[in-house]
């Protein structure tokens, strides 16, 4: 292999390895499907991958010499489409149905490429996401139309933030704490009958990093200990600045407003869980950018992910209730894989919010801090942790079960 050849795979695969960190790939996932891509393009590849860092270490088979990049990242956002158009240029790489070039070509039309969806779908799927959140707490009405007002009124901004990089840096504690501030107000002078504290966290759902925790845990699993180690821990900082932005909403509510009235209307019908997962993976679709080709797919994928959930926490207990989900969704995600050629997460990410525990850790730090508990749930702490166990469990042992074809 002559300089030149060596010169533009690596750039290559440091180009590919950048593009998938930042659509939100995990690192052990994206370390082995950089391992794949270095073999097929007939190099030795060495890749360390952490939430910020990434570093890659590539050269000819037979040389000495080695090639050392190391580049300063902030975190992923997930980014499904992006991810599977980038998944398909390998493949055409692979099969030689594009050139090397071509496909570098591509990977810059990827990164430019504009959200697929307008802001007023986005808009929509914001307030969808809290209010279907508040229906699977089994809240009440009341608390799910708050949720959904206050949820279009967090995206704007989520909006403000794109163009003012001091708003970015304190969106999650600024989010939090004027959904407190709004609910307070509402609990007092319009609508006494709602839940605060559950509407405060419906509204500010998109962002509880109950998906980092597991990605982190099950990077841990993975023996990934430095990758991981830092996604728990970034989850963990960003549960405590919302929780904190939250805490000092109410605060500054019951101050500014009065004190709530401790009213409580009844909760939704059992059956409005049902559509409240529907209503939930639809706005994810949107949130996390998904091709509307695999729309469907991921629909299915929560719905698997709840009903497997229940039978399992019917017949073995909450907690491994969440195994027997996990263990569905993961078999499901590499049928999907195998199937349609495309990567698991594309769909199994949908099945994992549902069955992921982050409102649980919210709701345990709450009950912690105010002593009080915004839902009756017995024994939160040691059902969080197991869940959260039983969730990484369940992938483990549906990997065992179904390999899938590709790393991704």
């Known amino acids: 292999m002559d300089s030149a050849s060596f010169i533009e795979k690596r ?15 995990p690192a052990y996932r994206l370390e082995a499907h950089l391992q794949e891509v270095a073999k097929l393009l007939q190099i030795g590849g060495s890749f360390a991958i952490t939430p910020t860092v990434l570093t890659f270490v590539l050269w000819i088979p037979g040389d000495e010499n080695e090639y050392t990049h190391i580049s300063r990242v902030t975190p992923g956002e997930l980014d499904l489409g992006a991810l599977s158009y980038t998944d398909e240029l390998v493949d055409a790489l692979a099969s030689s149905k594009l050139t090397l070039q071509d496909v570098n070509q591509r990977l810059d039309q990827i990164a430019a490429a504009p959200n697929p969806y307008s802001r007023w779908a986005t808009f929509a799927a914001f307030g969808a996401a809290g209010g279907a959140f508040a229906m699977l707490m ?15 009124i967090v995206y704007l901004f989520v909006l403000w933030s794109m163009k003012s990089r001091r708003v970015a840096h304190m969106l999650e504690p600024l989010v939090a704490l004027i959904s407190a501030l709004l609910a307070t107000a509402v609990a ?50 960003l549960l405590f600045k919302l929780y904190f932005g939250a805490f000092l909403g109410v605060a500054l509510g019951q101050v500014l407003f ?11 019908p059992q059956w409005t869980s049902w559509l409240a997962v529907a209503i939930l993976c639809g706005s994810l679709v949107v949130v996390f950018k998904a091709r509307l080709r695999h729309a469907l797919w991921g629909l299915l994928s929560g719905f698997i992910a709840y009903a497997a959930s229940l039978w399992g926490a019917y017949y073995l207990g909450l907690a491994l209730g969440a195994f027997v989900g996990a263990f569905a969704v993961g078999l499901y995600g590499n049928l999907f894989n195998r ?6 997460s594309i769909v199994s990410l949908q099945g ?57």
């Open 11 to 25: 750039r290559f695969i440091v180009k590919l390895g950048k593009m998938l960190h930042k659509f939100g790939t």
């Open 258 to 268: 009065g004190q709530i009235p401790p009213q409580i209307a009844p909760s939704v």
């Open 352 to 408: 994992m919010i549902v069955l992921v525990p982050g409102s649980k850790t919210y709701i345990g730090l709450n009950a912690f801090v105010s002593g009080q508990q915004m839902v009756s749930t017995e024994q939160l702490g040691q059902q969080t942790f197991l869940i959260f166990m039983s969730l990484v469990a369940g992938f483990i042992f549906a990997n065992v079960a179904l390999p899938p074809r590709k790393a991704l």
């Open 339 to 344: 199937l349609m050629n495309a990567p698991a």
């Open 188 to 237: 007092v002078y319009i609508d006494p009958m709602i839940n605060v504290p559950l509407v405060v966290l419906s509204a500010i759902i998109v962002f509880i990093p109950g998906l980092a925790l597991t990605l982190g845990l099950a990077e841990l699993a993975a023996r990934h200990l430095v990758s991981g180690t830092a996604r728990v821990m970034d989850a963990v900082m």
């Open 138 to 152: 089994r809240a009440s009405w009341h608390d799910v139309f708050w949720a959904t007002v206050l949820s279009l």
